[in-house]
């Protein structure tokens, strides 16, 4: 994330209640059964363990495109996505296809129009309830970022990459210790985009959902990684996808920058005009990763570019296949073969 002009990402009690104040007469009642989406539904139908990341994804594009306070659009996903979490979901459950039934009897698909259509009723209700008083955790952030974001698309036919920017990590996921956290994260999709847009929507909610980002937030962002990449997996072979992405994030913790990373997508720290190294990025020309990949049983060759086994030129990704991941029990990876560091 880089060029571009700087948005600052706070704003005070004033613009907080203006936001709702605005909302709410765009928005005067719920919506019915037969009034427009305010939103497009993330595809027709989500499993429950996707649910979570992707209303909340779903709610922070919403209120970002309406220039919502970042800690009020994050504390008014939290608070909606919650309370439906706690709701009794069968109402939105479909049967599987045949073929799903055969393949993964275990995945309970619910229906995403009718998810986001009651979800967006909720986000309704907490705003209203807010108008009246807000939160205080939902008013300003514990400090003031600078953010600049500039994407070029190349030769691609489409944009497969996507970006992650939120300043109000704790109060999108309802984290309340005294640690200030903000997590940013560039996902470099290939192969086409959904890979990409998936790690985007659910890497960070995985990593909020483990107990030990307190603690040991590498180990918190190592089995994010892992789990956004088997999430991914029985998506392409239940919806037939084929796409790949690399990705790095970058997690601050009050004073410490933690950085995780997957395949050769790159982070870099300047401090006071200097670069500081942080990372190695995974390139199959490596001798490190060209050896764990002959170990799995793959190879590495020289085809315009390092490759793997004579087609793919990155040694580590999410997802890559249908019904299988990037060279999975011979070529790039085993699990949790992430990489990891830290910098005060």
């Not at 800690?71 to 045949?98: G, I, N, Y």
């Not at 055969?102 to 909720?122: I, M, P």
């Amino acid at each position: 994330m880089a060029s571009g002009a700087p948005q600052k990402m706070a704003r005070g009690t004033e613009g907080t209640q203006g936001f709702l104040d605005m909302l709410l007469r765009d928005f005067p009642a719920p919506l019915s059964l037969e009034s427009p989406m305010p939103w497009k539904a993330p595809g027709t139908v989500l499993s429950q363990e996707e649910v979570e990341a992707e209303l909340v994804e779903l709610a922070m594009g919403f209120l970002g495109s309406r220039n919502a306070p970042p800690p009020l659009a994050a504390s008014l996903a939290h608070t909606a996505v919650s309370q439906l979490l706690q709701m009794d979901l069968s109402e939105f459950r479909k049967l599987p296809r045949q073929e799903e039934e055969e393949e993964e009897t275990s995945v309970t698909l619910l229906d995403a129009q009718g998810l986001a259509r009651s979800f967006f009723n909720l986000l309704w209700e907490v705003a209203s309830q807010w108008q009246k008083q807000v939160p205080p955790t939902a008013r300003t952030l514990p400090r003031q970022w600078l953010v600049s974001i500039h994407a070029i698309r190349n030769t691609r036919r489409k944009m497969e990459d996507r970006h992650v920017a939120l300043p109000a990590f704790n109060q999108l996921f309802g984290l309340s210790d005294p640690v200030d956290r903000a997590y940013f994260a560039v996902f470099d999709g290939h192969g086409g985009v959904d890979a990409a847009r998936y790690a985007a929507v659910h890497v960070h909610a995985n990593a909020a959902r483990q107990p030990e980002l307190p603690t040991d937030p590498e180990g918190a962002l190592g089995e994010a990684f892992r789990l956004t990449d088997q999430m991914f997996l029985r998506k392409a072979k239940r919806e037939r996808l084929q796409s790949g992405t690399t990705g790095v994030c970058a997690l601050i913790a009050g004073t410490t920058l933690h950085v995780a990373w997957l395949g050769d997508s790159q982070v870099i720290l300047v401090q006071q005009g200097q670069v500081v190294k942080l990372m190695e990025p995974h390139r199959p020309e490596r001798q490190d990763e060209k050896a764990r990949i002959e170990a799995l049983g793959g190879f590495v060759s020289h085809m315009d570019c390092w490759r793997v086994n004579g087609t793919l030129a990155v040694s580590r990704a999410i997802g890559e296949g249908r019904g299988g991941g990037l060279g999975r029990g011979a070529a790039t990876r085993q699990p949790s073969h992430w990489g990891f560091g830290t910098a005060v």
